[in-house]
Each structure stands twice: as C-alpha cells, then as structure tokens.
C-alpha cells in the first residue's frame, strides 16, 4: 500500500539524493514516470523503515547490514517477487550514488534477490479472442471503440499504455504500420492488418467523428464518451466485463491479448527476432519467455528443420 512518506530523517538526509535520482531516471534513461515513482516508492520505503527504528543515517552512510535488517523486516510483509523488485530499485539507487561519485561501494553489492520463478503468461486461444469480440454489444456507441481497441490489442500486440495514448497521427494505413511511443518514450513501427485497420476506420468516422472533443485530445485516437482519453481502468473494467460475459473461467487483462499475439505468431512459424521489434523487448531474453509456451510446437520446429531429423 502506498501510504509511505519521506519521513523526517529521509528529508534531513535523503531527498536531495532521491530528487536528483529521479532526474537521473527522467532525463537520461528516459523512463516513465510511473517507473520512476515506483523506484522512488522503493526508497521512501527504506525510509519509512529508518524513521521506524530511530535509525539516523545518510544513502552515503548506509550500510550493507542496516540493509540486510530492511529486507529482513520487508520479507515478513511483500511475497518473493515484490521483495526482488524492491531489492532491484535500491541497487539502481545505490549505482546511481556510485555513478555520481557520492559512494565508493554499493551496500546492495552482497544482497541477493530471493529466487521467483519466471511467470509464463496467460494466453487466449483465436477462439476465445473471437467470442471475447464477437460479445461486444454493437448496438451501443462504445461498441465500435471497443471492437476497434481490443482488435488493436491482439493484432498489433501493444501495452494499454500504448493503446490509451496512440494517436491519429500515429497511424500510417497506407503504409501498413501504425507508430508506437512505448517505454522510455522509445518508438517503434508495428504492422496492422486490413481487419483492424477496417474496423479503426468505422469508429473513427462513424462515431469518434461525432464526439464533443476535449481541448487537448484532438489527435488522440481512443476516447470516452465525454471526448477524453480512455483511462487503463477503463480499458481493464471493459474486458474484464466481456470475459464474464462468455463465461471465461480465466482472469484476463489487456496484457494477456499482448501475450496471445506473440504466442500466436510463434505457433504460426514467426521469427523470435520479428516479434522482439513488434512488441518494443529492448532485450530478446525478455520475448524469449513465449519460447516456453508451447513444447509442442518446438518440437514440429525440430522434426521439420533440423538435418538430422531422421
């Protein structure tokens, strides 16, 4: 829960540090701001556990086993994978101090992550795509945006972030690709088919065109009734709904139409490296995790291609 402040000692002894660090992460990695804020909460975090136990000690004074008693005390509080994630946002944070000369030595340098499995995704079958959109209520006025959202979701494979934020200007129909700003700002061209280019076209001219538009979201593509930007919730609450609509036993969100996409263009013959650059993986390791999916699969891969197949 987000009820954590920088307390009195983190604002005698820490703040300038952490509002320099965020600038770091702004400016020169780029980064969102809700990644930036999450990085920041791991710290006032370490902060909160100070103040509690009258601990009076600067990021450049903190020691490895001041440290070693936070995590200890976070254990009995967060599961393995939020623990590692705090753990991993200190060592940025204490790089950072090193980076800048504050620091000689990080006090994360000895502290190990606990280990999490890696998560495989959940994935949709075409035909539950297929019943998730053909549910859509066409008759009311959302429908069409709706329709339009989630068949850009599956077949271009986006973040909701990416999805709530993409832009008239963005799409290059004649061409073929539709432009992305994914993390850190970083853009990227993605294909589009015909279908999902068809069914955009009927919302934007049919009902986005006679929508009462906020000063400000002119060129933004997706939008409420009320001529704003759609929120992530918004986008989570309509498919969430859809999905009990069919009565599908699985709990989904936009990232799983994500997931579904990269599965389905690897099970149909796709190249791994094809669909890193379609989905924005800064490193193939992270794409990599739709390789272990379908062992099924690989092994037709096998019998197929390998020369010594026989």
Known sequence: MRGFFISYICIMNW?????????????????????????????????????????????????????????HSVSKEVNARSQARIISGLKSFFSYLIFEDYRND???????????????????????????????????????????????LYG???????????????????????????????QRFVPISAVTQKYIGIYKNQIRSHLTIQKGFEDTLFLNRRGKQLTRAMVFTIIKQLAEKIGLSKVISPHTFRHSFATHLLENGADLRAIQLMLGHESITTTEVYVHLDRKHLTQIMNTFHPRKE
């Open 15 to 71: 703040s300038t540090y952490i509002k320099s660090f965020q600038s770091y992460l702004k400016i020169e990695r780029g980064l969102s701001q809700n990644t930036i804020d999450n990085y920041s909460f791991d710290i006032e975090r370490l902060c909160a556990f100070l103040e509690a136990n009258s601990i009076s000690v600067s990021p450049i004074k903190i020691t490895e086993e001041t440290i070693q008693q936070f995590i």
């Open 106 to 152: 990080s006090p994360m340098e000895l502290i190990e992550a606990p280990r999490i499995g890696r998560k495989l995704p959940d994935t949709l079958s075409v035909a539950d795509i297929d019943a998730i959109i053909n549910a859509i209520d066409l008759t009311k006025e959302e429908g069409e945006r709706n329709r339009a959202m989630l068949e850009t």
């Open 156 to 186: 271009c494979g986006l973040r909701v972030s990416e999805l709530i934020t993409l832009r008239i200007s963005d799409l290059f129909f004649e061409e073929g690709f539709i432009k992305i700003t994914g993390k850190g700002n970083k």
